[in-house]
């Protein structure tokens, strides 16, 4: 079980997918909705397990759940997206019964940083006087 770390990303969800913004560094994510709902699923109280059991349950043994599992949360944590915590109960079916297909799919998300410099950007503090928008200093 996890939570969004707030310290340093702000988490949006529509859509049924997840864009989240690391404003220490400027990048965001784009999650696919599998991995939307997986991430879903385990910021709402749902055990890893859990999930990985959900998966095996739909696709078999042979699904992989276990390492792709292990792999997006590992990310999540390494990014510090998210950070353990063990408050909350949740039940899988009611974050994951929207995934289907002949086969797993795979959990993972695009980061970006290309506008990381400008989301960096202190509006307030940084107004140039005689530009009036915030310039970026180099």
Not at 34 to 52: E, H, I, M, P, Y
Not at 60 to 74: L, M, P
Request: charged share 30%; hydrophobic share 40%; proline share 2%.
């Amino acid at each position: 079980m996890y939570i969004f770390n707030e310290s340093r990303v702000f988490a949006d969800f529509a859509d049924d997918q997840y864009v989240i913004l690391n404003y220490v560094t400027g990048a965001y994510y784009a999650f696919t909705k599998a991995s939307s709902a997986v991430l879903r699923a385990l910021t709402q109280g749902c055990d890893a397990a859990d999930v990985k059991q959900w998966f095996e349950s739909l696709y078999g043994a042979e699904c992989s759940a276990s390492d792709k599992v292990d792999r997006f949360t590992e990310k999540l944590e390494s990014l510090e997206i998210v950070v353990r915590d063990d408050g909350r109960e949740g039940k899988v079916q009611d974050y994951l019964s929207s995934i289907n297909g002949s086969e797993m799919p795979e959990l993972d998300f695009e980061v970006f940083t290309d506008v990381a410099d400008l989301l960096l950007m202190d509006p307030i503090h940084e107004v140039d006087e005689e530009a009036g928008w915030p310039i970026q200093k180099e």
